[in-house]
């Protein structure tokens, strides 16, 4: 078990759809972030927010699109995907703890795009 | 925007010491390392982290270089549960928000 959730654990969408990906964490962190993992990949850093606004944007398609309603939640707006965006989503969470405090993953949304 | 290098896999016996490198030559004075590990299909797990110190806790040591180029992630006593992709991360210091995952070291743990 994490301490960070995300929901679904699991999603097939077409490339027409618009559906949504949920990340939750009750620690207080006031850091998310969202990373994409491709099959034996690392994970590349997507988003990231701080204090509830979106401080980094690591140059990502507008079809994706973040949101964080509070500093419990963290959500990733999808539409018109491509399935070459068919991949793991990551969440994770930090902070405030000072400089050093180490993220929190989730175990992720498994996304596959038909 | 990785700035750490590691080898793609390691193999280790049960029950020895696994000794996982990192180089991170370009590491700057404030900027903090990094240890995740990730099992297959679940989120990566955080391991330890240092800046200049060696550290240590219940699951691993951290050794990092005097001139901080490197470090070395020591599993005292390796088990077939450590089987794992291991990360070396450094955390850009600019903002303090950006962590980039390097390649990454495939461990098997051999029986």
């Known amino acids: 078990d994490t301490e960070v959730t995300q929901t679904p654990k699991h999603l097939v969408m077409g490339m027409t759809n618009k559906k949504s990906l949920k990340c939750e964490q009750h620690m207080g962190h006031r850091a998310m972030y969202w990373y994409k993992q491709k099959a034996k990949k690392p994970p590349e850093l997507m988003f990231v927010?701080?204090?509830?606004?979106?401080?980094i944007n690591e140059s990502v398609p507008s079809r994706f699109s973040p949101e964080c309603p509070n500093s419990s939640l963290l959500n990733l707006h999808l539409h018109a995907l491509q399935p070459e965006d068919s991949a793991l989503y990551l969440c994770?969470?930090?902070?405030?703890?000072?400089?050093?405090?180490?993220?929190?993953f989730g175990n992720g949304t498994r996304l596959t795009v038909t | 925007d990785a700035k750490t290098t590691q080898p793609p896999s390691m193999d280790c016996a049960e029950g020895r010491a696994a000794n996982l490198p990192c180089n991170h030559s370009?590491?700057?004075?404030?900027?903090?390392v990094y240890w995740y590990r990730q099992i297959h299909s679940q989120g990566p797990q955080y391991i330890i982290h240092g800046l200049k110190n060696n550290e240590t806790n219940e699951m691993a040591s951290l050794i990092i270089t005097e001139d901080r180029k490197s470090s070395t992630l020591i599993l005292p006593h390796a088990t077939l549960r450590d089987t794992a992709v291991y990360y070396c991360?450094?955390?850009?210091?600019?903002?303090?928000?950006?962590?980039?995952f390097g390649t990454g070291t495939s461990l098997t743990v051999i029986p």
């Open positions: 927010y701080s204090y509830e606004k979106l401080s």
């Open positions: 991360i450094v955390r850009v210091s600019n903002t303090g928000n950006q962590f980039y």
């Open positions: 370009t590491i700057s004075g404030n900027e903090y």
């Open positions: 994770a969470s930090n902070g405030p703890g000072g400089r050093d405090s180490p993220l929190h």
